[in-house]
């Protein structure tokens, strides 16, 4: 099952099947609660996005703020920031290091100072991994996604955590005509020969999968 920020909407782990352009039978459904989601006036969610970018950026080798924000919308459901972690190798014991995670701490420290709290899912869970963590700001209460990317994935999660979904859908039905497949958490594509096929730039994306460049407030 592929973690999602949709709230435990893919209980199915039917997103992979999205991306691939084959929609299952909680397609409707999915959009129906998306569509319901609260919405924020931007000038409030872009507070809560620099609030967050000014205490995680010291430790993280990269940072933004993806989602609806990135697409310049007046509304939005939530704020999605991507970031690579800072790691620092610490002592781990009497001769051993380990390498800690510095993105990790500061998330634990808002958590702590009560700046965010874990977010309650649709099924009345949280989800909270390594890689996707669910919040919400309580002072404002705009729901916060925070996704852990790589330097090798970077530029590619990024289309895709940027969205809109009819962008997404594209990109992944391109590059399935052409018999490739894209692969939106990962490095970039699999060619038919069954090759990963690498992304450096967000406009790698849309090359490869033979499509026209947009600029964020141009995707849907």
């Given amino acids: ?5 949709d709230d435990g909407l893919w209980q199915c782990g039917c997103e992979d099947s999205f991306y691939r352009g084959e929609f299952c ?3 409707k459904q999915v959009r129906r609660r998306m569509s319901d989601k609260k919405r924020f006036e931007r000038a409030v969610a872009m507070a809560v996005a620099a609030e967050l970018c000014r205490e995680l950026k010291p430790f993280c080798a990269r940072l933004i703020v ?9 509304t939005v459901g939530d704020v999605e920031i991507l970031f690579v972690p800072c790691f620092k190798e610490v002592a781990d014991g009497l001769f051993e290091t380990k390498q800690e995670n ?12 009560g700046v965010l709290s874990k977010r309650i899912g649709a099924a009345g869970s949280t989800s909270w991994g390594d890689k996707n963590k669910l919040a919400v ?3 404002s209460k ?32 391109a590059a399935q005509k052409k018999g490739w497949k894209w692969n939106p958490y990962g490095e970039g594509f ?18 490869l999968a033979g499509l026209t460049w947009k600029e964020p407030w141009e995707r849907k």
Avoid at 156 to 168: I, M, Q
Avoid at 190 to 207: A, K, L, M, Y
Wanted: charged share 30%; aromatic share 6%.
């Fill in 142 to 173: 705009v729901p916060v996604d925070l996704f852990a990317a790589t330097e090798a994935n970077w530029f590619n999660y990024l289309v895709c955590r940027t969205g809109g979904a009819e962008s997404n859908v594209e990109v992944a039905t």
């Fill in 25 to 27: 039978r909680h397609l």
């Fill in 102 to 113: 510095q993105a990790e701490i500061a998330i634990d420290r808002l958590l702590r100072m």
């Fill in 66 to 74: 993806a989602g609806s924000l990135r697409r310049r919308k007046e």
């Fill in 190 to 207: 699999t060619n038919e020969q069954g090759r990963i096929v690498p992304v450096t730039s967000e406009q790698d994306v849309f090359r």
């Fill in 1 to 5: 099952m592929v973690d999602t920020d």
């Fill in 137 to 139: 700001h309580e002072r």
